[in-house]
């Protein structure tokens, strides 16, 4: 069993920036894939982002490639989510998941333990 815990949402404006944090305790931090959904009011939840067990691999939805960056620090059990160049279409519930990775799969990052999310707003 893996608890997850995020927090660092909250309300920028339109070009801002926020960094997201993972916090995760139970089993082993290291063995799992981690990765963050998130989910906008009215919409389906979407896949962001994913990393390997080891960080050397990412996946990136195409709406946030090269203005969010994951991150892992498996000696503080703690993943982050560095987002920069937000939009108001980036408003959503953000939800830290832990699971598997598998490359040759859309979206790679199959969950098996979910937080509770935490609301990032941009306001345009």
């Known amino acids: 069993q893996v608890q997850l815990v995020e927090s660092g949402g909250g309300l920028v404006q339109a070009g801002g920036s926020l960094r997201l944090s993972c916090a995760a305790s139970g089993r082993t931090f290291s063995i799992y894939a981690m990765g963050w959904f998130r989910q906008a009011p009215g919409k389906e939840r979407e896949f962001v982002v994913a990393v390997t067990q080891s960080g050397g691999s990412t996946s990136y939805a195409a709406s946030v490639k090269g203005r969010f960056t994951i991150s892992r620090d498996d000696a503080k059990n703690t993943m982050y989510l560095q987002m920069n160049s937000l939009k108001p279409e980036d408003t959503a519930l953000y939800y830290c998941?832990?699971?598997?990775?598998?490359?040759?799969?859309?979206?790679?990052?199959?969950?098996?333990?979910w937080g509770q999310g935490t609301q990032v707003t941009v306001s345009s």
């Open positions: 998941v832990a699971g598997s990775y598998y490359s040759d799969t859309y979206p790679p990052l199959q969950s098996a333990y």
